[in-house]
C-alpha cells in the first residue's frame, strides 16, 4: 500500500506509540512556534486544541505542496495541567523541579489533542484554493489523570538529574524513570505517554469508513 501517512511530530514516544501498531509512516517536525499566549484561552483545553491545530497546519502548508501529497497528516500537542497552570516541557532544570514539587501528593491532568488531517478529494491541488478548503480536519482530545504520591526533595531532584524530565510536558515521563514516581492513573496510559492510542483507532475507523 503506497498510502503516504505522516506524523507531524518529531516526538519519540509518538513514533513508538505509532510504531506499535505496525503503520508505516514519515515524520515532518512542525516548526510552529508553540508561543500561544495561554491567558487569552478560557481554560486549558481550548489552549491545547489551538496549538495542536497550528502545529499541524503549518506541516500541512508545506507538505500538500509535495508529490504525492499525504494521505493523513497525524499532528497533536500534549500539556499537563493541574486545573488552572498549563505545563509544558520544562525550560530549566529548577523549572523541572518546580513542577515535580507542584504534582506531590496531588493528581493533575494530562490533555492529548490530536489533529488528523486528510485530503477532500484526489483532485490535484490549485494554488488559488485556501488549505482550508481542500482539507477535512478531525479534531478530538483524550484526558488522563495522573496520581503522584508525596515525593521527598531528593528524589524529584535526583530524577531531574537524570535528564529525563527535559523534553517531556510536566517534566516527568511515565515510560521510563518517571514512571517509579507514579502511583496510579485514571484513563489511558498511551495518552499519559503523549498519544491517545486507542481514540486515535476509532477515528482512524471512522475516517475510512473501516
Known sequence: ???????????????????????????????????????????????????ARQKILEVAQRLYQEEPPPELIIGADTIVTDGKNIFEKPSSKDHAIQMLTSFSGKSHKVLTCVVLVTPKSSKTFKGRDTLNDQLDITQFEEISEVFMPELPKEVIKSYVDTGESMDKAGGYGIQAIGGSLISGIRGDYFNVMGFPLHKFCVELRNIYKM
Open 1 to 51: 500500500n503506497s498510502t503516504r501517512i505522516v506524523l507531524a511530530s518529531s516526538s519519540p514516544r509518538r513514533k513508538q506509540i505509532l510504531g506499535n501498531i505496525n503503520l508505516k509512516f514519515d515524520t515532518a517536525k512542525s516548526n510552529f512556534e508553540e508561543n500561544l499566549d495561554k491567558s487569552s484561552f478560557s481554560s486549558p483545553i481550548e489552549y491545547v486544541r489551538e496549538t
